[in-house]
T-cell receptor, first 107, second 122 residues
Framework: EIVMTQSPASLSVSPGDRVTLSCRASQSVSSNLGWYQQIPGQVPRLLFYGASTRATGIPARFSGSGSATEFTLTISSLQSEDFALYYC?????????FGGGTKVEIK | QVQLEQSGAEVKKPGASVTVSCKASGYTFTDYHIHWVRQAPGQGFEWMGIIHPNGGSTSYAQRFQGRVTMTRDTSTSTVYMELSSLRSDDTAKYYCARVVIPAAGYDAFDLWGQGTMVSVTS
């Protein structure tokens, strides 16, 4: 199966900071990658699919990029509601697999 | 309102089976594949399998083969996930999720159920 590795595992940032999260696939997944945000106790929310297509209602401060094995989620100016866990997911090959997540915490 | 509504929390003993339901509303049920994903407490996500409501075809993750069964009832727009031979490490929140693109089997998930907590304890 394709292993998805996210880095860093956690980071402490301040509101207004620019944040870059990474996701690496053990083999190419083309652009078949999704990004999710999960606030503890809540249902995951889709941010991007196709690596860079913003899902409905996602603010423009979020951007997704990359292809093949290297992907990036960027938050241009972190807002208070963005402190959460972020997961990447590949759906290029069975079985669907997720990264271990990156926790974005308040500094 | 477009939503997936799951059944309530379950407490089961080791060796038992559990069935979780996921009722779709607000969209054409047979147009979108449904996946099942679980999340153990404090952990990430584990994909369990997929069902196509139009026809009922399924595909399961290898580690659940023989223990999981996914079915659907088109008359009530509901999919079901049964997991048998439960163990303590099956304790998790189980989610159904709809793909973002109609007719796409494997895709990102834009609509999630609220999750069903299944606790396996003796």
């Amino acid at each position: 199966e394709i292993v998805m590795t996210q880095s860093p595992a956690s980071l402490s940032v301040s509101p207004g900071d620019r944040v870059t999260l990474s996701c690496r696939a053990s083999q190419s997944v083309s652009s078949n990658l999704g990004w999710y945000q999960q606030i503890p106790g809540q249902v995951p929310r889709l941010l991007f699919y196709g690596a860079s297509t913003r899902a409905t209602g996602i603010p423009a401060r979020f951007s997704g990029s990359g292809s093949a094995t290297e992907f990036t989620l960027t938050i241009s100016s972190l807002q208070s509601e963005d402190f959460a866990l972020y997961y990447c997911q590949q759906y290029h090959r069975w079985p669907v697999t997720f990264g271990g997540g990156t926790k974005v915490e308040i500094k | 309102q477009v939503q997936l509504e799951q059944s309530g929390a379950e407490v089961k003993k080791p060796g038992a089976s559990v069935t979780v339901s996921c009722k779709a509303s607000g969209y054409t049920f047979t147009d979108y594949h449904i996946h099942w994903v679980r999340q153990a407490p404090g952990q990430g996500f584990e994909w369990m399998g997929i069902i196509h409501p139009n026809g009922g075809s399924t595909s399961y993750a290898q580690r659940f083969q023989g223990r999981v069964t996914m079915t659907r009832d088109t008359s009530t727009s509901t999919v079901y996930m049964e997991l048998s031979s439960l163990r303590s490490d099956d304790t998790a929140k189980y989610y159904c999720a709809r793909v973002v693109i109609p007719a796409a089997g494997y895709d990102a998930f834009d609509l999630w159920g609220q999750g069903t907590m299944v606790s396996v304890t003796s």
